[in-house]
């Protein structure tokens, strides 16, 4: 039977959907590259509810969630985050995460395809992103056309810090 995948924008409805998506991928994601308080904390920071409405309230961050229809039943797979002309025909990719199970099917390529798409039709020359320099995920960037292009360490707050690889397409 073939497989039909959804993508969809989040309403705010969607926002405990897309906590539970980050709560039960950062461990394995973050697992070997962060502690566990630094994983607790920027949860909280990053997927609070009021977080999340403030990103796309305030910040005008788009949200998409990939799905799949199982036996009438929604089953949410994963989501991303994306920002349109964040910086001179720029558009910027804030989150991108699958649930562990759903890596490696093409899901995050779909994703990936959906925000480029968007951010052609709205004449952004460049996608950008932040991925932890120790994260896997580069060599998938890598492999959809990511450059690196620079570093950047960010003090989240709380005496933790992100180290990241900027990429771009």
């Known amino acids: 039977m073939e497989r039909i995948i959804i993508l969809e924008r989040a309403a705010k409805s969607h926002f405990p959907i897309i906590k539970e998506i980050a709560y039960d991928t950062w461990p394995d994601t973050f697992g070997g590259i962060l502690s566990e308080q630094q994983i607790s904390y920027m949860l909280v920071m ?19 969630l990939l799905k799949e229809q199982i036996d009438g039943q929604d089953k949410y ?31 995050g390529k779909r994703l990936l395809g959906y925000v480029e798409k968007e951010s052609n039709i709205n004449k952004n020359k460049f996608l950008t992103l932040n991925v932890n320099k120790y994260n896997k995920a580069v060599d998938f960037y890598l492999k959809y056309g990511f450059q690196i292009v620079g570093e950047e360490e960010i003090d989240i707050g709380n005496g933790f810090l992100m180290e990241d690889y900027v990429m771009r397409k």
Do not use: R
């Open 46 to 64: 990053m997927y609070d509810l009021e977080s999340l409405a403030h990103q796309t309230e305030v910040l005008g961050h788009q949200f998409i």
């Open 77 to 107: 797979w994963g989501y991303a985050a994306y920002e349109l002309n964040c910086k001179e025909d720029t558009c910027k990719i804030h989150k991108i995460y699958l649930l562990p199970k759903c890596q490696g099917m093409g899901f």
